[in-house]
């Protein structure tokens, strides 16, 4: 086979850039600090600990402070992350340095309630004895029931278990305020979402409603009617990469439209390149993240319910940077030519995002109700938002029919030659080899590689030939793009 070949441009790929990684230099320092921190002790990639940190400033953000663009314009502060990855790396670990400071602040808030109750039950136990003395029966029985209606009183929490059903959540969340997180290494509670454990069948109405902190009818609960005027719900949750493929695949999830409201990480696998030890733990940087969670917990937590919820606001020049994202986005959304045009779902709550995300950066700075959400914090969060679109893009194109190739699957041969420098003349296994670990090929097969180094050969990003082997049989050679030989070249 020769050497001498003249190639053609190869066709893009849809999106014109591939799933990059985690922007974490545009954070906040203690937010920066932590991201690598972490990532680096627990050898996991950077987009890990970010995504999480997200959604643990979103669970303390969500039920104290809202943010504004402007002309109506409001997003609650929490938010839903999803981050893939395969078995054994590392996912669980990782999750829990990042929401130590968390739980901390969760048991805290309990044992100071439960101090605080202690305190009544002992005072009512005091009065009642008075009231005996006295021989005042309805009195006492008046005593009784105040008594047993604290005791009835649920425990204020800031986290909820990763194997709470939804209708659990809704009833719990309801006597918490209308408030929830969930960080879970796992992928449990994704699984619950995605109906994985209760015959396929998603139960999405809690957590659709909880994104955009609207009104939820939970019903009785004990004596009182509990509905939520202002649910508010997040999510941290890390899957592998098979759980959000289902998803992706779910009809239910992709039109009610549970999956457009996630920013979806799917980063590359670090299994076979670790080394034996991570760096040493950064207690510095893992304690400026503490306080900066401490400073959000300290804001007080309004009433749901009432007229004047506390609300950020944004710098002119933040607001107008939001603005210029809106209009460079709205294009991408055409479903025609645009290259998000196939997302509707996801892009069109995507402005939304980036906003909630500048809201979080500006809290977890240190600043307040007080200060402006500046312009470094929105530039910072469109960053952000660019970073996320390449992925999502991926993670949607795994829900390819049987028989059809995602565009996800194609950049993830095409990411795999340039990570392994595959160049030269090969055989279909050295491809598949690439990238055997990853969901689709474990779900497809030889056959699923086979039909995307088909669609490449296609698509001008490898070239084709059949050489005769030792027994004389015919074997299928492919040989890549030379632009793919440069790590920075022509996507």
Known sequence: MSDNLEWEDPAPLGMTDEPGAFPTDCLPPAFRGMVRAVAGNKQVPEELPAMMGLSAIGTLAQCRVAISRGHGWVEPLNTYTVTAMPSGSGKTPAEKDVTRPLRKIHKRVRS???????????????????????????????????????KEQPEPRVLFGSDTTVEALASLMAVNGGHAGIMDGEGEFFGILSGRYSGQIPNLGLALKAYDGDYYEVGRIGRKQRDMERAVLSLGLAVQPAVLMDAAKSVAMRERGLLARFLIAVPPSLLGTRAPEGTPYDHEAMA??????????????????????????????????????????????????????????????????????????HLVSGLGLEDEVSEQAMRSAIRIGRWAIPHAVAAFGWDAAPGEVSEGNCRAVIAAIRRRNITGWHTQREYHRAVKNQAWVKQGGAVAVLKV???LVESRWLMTATKTDGTGKDVVMYRPHPSLEDPDGDR
């Open 112 to 150: 100071e309630y439960n101090d605080v109750l202690t305190g009544k039950l002992d005072e009512l136990e005091v009065e009642r004895s008075r009231l005996a003395l006295k021989n005042s029966k309805d009195a006492e029985k008046e005593i009784d029931r105040q008594i047993d209606e604290l």
């Open 288 to 361: 400026l993240w503490e306080a900066a969670l401490e400073h959000i917990a300290a804001m007080p937590i309004p009433d749901p319910e009432g007229e004047d919820f506390p609300t950020l606001r944004l710098s002119e020049l933040a607001r107008k940077l939001h603005v210029e994202f809106k209009a460079w986005l709205e294009p991408r959304l055409h479903p025609d030519d645009g290259e998000l045009g196939d997302l509707p779902g996801w892009a069109s709550k995507h402005n939304g995002r980036v906003l909630r995300i500048a809201g979080m950066l």
């Open 453 to 455: 180094l088909e669609a």
